[in-house]
């Protein structure tokens, strides 16, 4: 195993106090209580964050209200986008200390917190920077006749909704926040952000550089602490207009339910499901191993969009299960700090153990666990990449979200069957279709019930495409121009003269 060296600024901001970033400044709060940052890899901790309570929440709240009412409404739409590119520039210049430090917190191998945390939240910054000036409403015709001979004209404007309350996963703790950060400022709106307890360091550093970016204080606030308290007071402080959630169905639901209790006010919930990868049986077996090592096992599956479920023609289902151990027990797996591991530990204990009871699910339901199915010796969170041959579709691992690195398999004949027991679940938020055959891909497409299809490719999300599930799934859509809709109030102006 070789390692690479941690920066001295890494070291450096691990060793500091952590609390909150409040109004420009970082802050530990009144509160005493901490909890630990435990790195996944080796089971230790590495920090400790101060716990946020209500005075912080109303700080953070107050200075996003003021800023929203003031600095950044004084702002111009492209000073705004201008300000989210200076913000790019040292998310990259930065980004060698970014990628470290989340890779200690997450577990994440080293290249995919180069790539995603850094690359893709510097990429997605950009786009947002891109939309400043072209939020806008529109000019309407009037539909009635004139009664006295007046007439009228008629327009929309789009208005930056307030202070938007952004709830953010353990998974991709920068690239979540920036998705939220990104859509809110381009709009006009103000944030305060609730990071997981799990993952809370790497965004405090962001808003660091946002101030080094130029963005006033008060736009971007942080809060730290658990869920249930600091998010439930946030969604619930009367100065947030809006939350924008990503995290796991059933916190989801609960949170979308508060929102609308306090006042119904606007939410976009982007949750998980349970996604389906289904290979059509002109693939050969090797093109399908491929496609299941893309859409289920990157990151641990630790992936919202990725596939859990697997539909594999029966003719193919053997040699596919076979050439997949292969591939899985040559993986590297080891030390997210190392360039070439490609499977680190699960990202907290919490998971491991829930990924444990799944493991032991499986054999209570006499699923054939082909491979792995067991925690991996040593300290960490690691666990043995799996495959498990369910019974069918009533098997526990068809139909409850892993969010680890186990794919289900079912095998099928028909592909009209295929269709329906794809969408036979109560979640929508990502599905693949394997094939060469693009004629069929497309008609199949059409009927697959998730809020986004990929036809020879899985997990790939882009800044220009609307991403947000169907179904219980989620809410809204975040990225293209649909996220202009949950960021901003239409506002109708009609005139006589
Ligand atoms: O997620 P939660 P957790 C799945 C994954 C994991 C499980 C639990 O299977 O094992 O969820 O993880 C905040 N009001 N996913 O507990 O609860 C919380 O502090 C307001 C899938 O970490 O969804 C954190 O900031 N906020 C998922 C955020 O919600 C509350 C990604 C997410 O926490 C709250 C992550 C409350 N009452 C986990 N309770 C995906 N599909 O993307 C918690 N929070």
Redesign the pocket.
């Known amino acids: 195993m070789s390692e690479i060296n941690l920066l001295g600024s890494v070291t450096a901001f691990l060793q500091r106090s952590h609390g909150h970033y409040i109004n420009g400044v970082s802050i530990l709060g009144q509160e005493k209580e901490t909890f630990s940052i435990v790195n996944p890899a080796s089971g230790e901790m590495i920090a400790t964050v101060n716990q946020g309570g209500e005075a912080e929440v109303n700080q953070a709240m107050q200075a996003a209200s003021a800023a929203f009412h003031g600095s950044w409404a004084q702002i111009s739409p492209i000073e705004r986008g201008n300000c989210l590119n200076r913000l790019a520039d040292l998310l990259q210049k930065n980004g060698e200390e970014l990628a470290q430090l989340e890779s200690l917190c997450s577990g994440k191998p080293i290249q995919l917190s180069r790539m995603l945390e850094v690359g893709a939240s510097a990429d997605y910054l950009r786009y947002f920077a891109g939309w400043s000036s072209k939020i806008t409403g529109e000019t309407l015709n009037v539909s009635l006749p004139s009664l006295k001979g007046e007439k009228y004209s008629a327009f929309t404007y789009r208005e930056p909704i307030g202070v938007v309350v952004g709830?953010?996963?353990?998974?991709f703790s920068i690239m979540?926040a920036i998705w939220k950060l990104g859509a809110a400022l381009t709009s006009g709106c103000t944030i305060v952000l609730?990071?997981?307890?799990?993952t809370p360091l790497t965004i405090l550093r962001v808003a660091e550089l946002a101030k080094e970016a130029g963005i006033p204080d008060g736009v971007i606030n942080i809060v730290n602490?658990?869920?249930?308290?600091?998010?439930?007071s946030?969604?619930s402080h009367p100065q947030c207009a809006k939350?924008t959630?990503?995290?796991?169905?059933?916190?989801?639901m609960?949170?979308g339910k508060?929102a609308l209790e306090q006042g119904l006010k606007r939410t976009t919930l982007?949750?998980?499901?349970k996604n389906a990868a289904a290979f059509l049986s002109d693939m050969s077996v090797e093109k399908i191993v491929d496609g299941i090592l893309e859409a289920g096992y990157v990151y641990q599956g630790?992936?919202?969009a990725a596939a859990e479920r697997f539909y594999i023609p029966s003719v193919h289902m053997d040699d596919v299960l076979t050439l997949l151990s292969e591939r899985l027990s040559v993986m590297k797996i080891g030390s997210p700090l190392d360039e070439s591991t490609e499977m680190g530990p699960l990202a907290?204990k919490?998971?491991y153990d829930?990924?444990l009871s799944l493991f032991e699910k499986a054999r209570q339901e006499d699923c054939e666990i082909v491979y792995g199915g067991y925690a991996l010796e040593g300290p960490g969170f690691f666990v043995a990449p799996t495959i498990v041959k369910a019974n069918s579709a009533e098997d526990t691992l068809m139909k409850e979200?892993?969010?680890?690195p186990i794919g289900t398999f079912l095998s099928y004949d028909d592909e009209d069957e295929l269709i329906g027991m794809m969408n036979a679940t109560p979640f929508g938020?990502s599905a693949s279709l394997w094939t060469n055959n693009m004629s069929k891909a497309m008609r199949m497409t059409s009927r697959i019930e998730a809020g986004i299809v990929w036809i020879n490719m899985h997990t790939f999300l882009d800044p220009a495409l609307p991403f947000g599930g169907w179904k219980s799934s989620g809410i809204g859509r975040e990225f293209g121009s649909a996220f202009i809709e949950h960021y901003t109030e239409l506002k109708s102006v009609m005139v006589r003269y």
């Open positions: 709830i953010i996963p353990w998974n979540i609730k990071p997981s307890e799990y602490g658990s869920g249930a308290r600091i998010g439930s946030l969604i939350v959630f990503t995290g796991s169905i059933p916190t989801g609960s949170v508060s982007e949750l998980g499901g630790q992936i919202c907290n919490a998971h829930k990924i979200e892993t969010f680890g938020l």
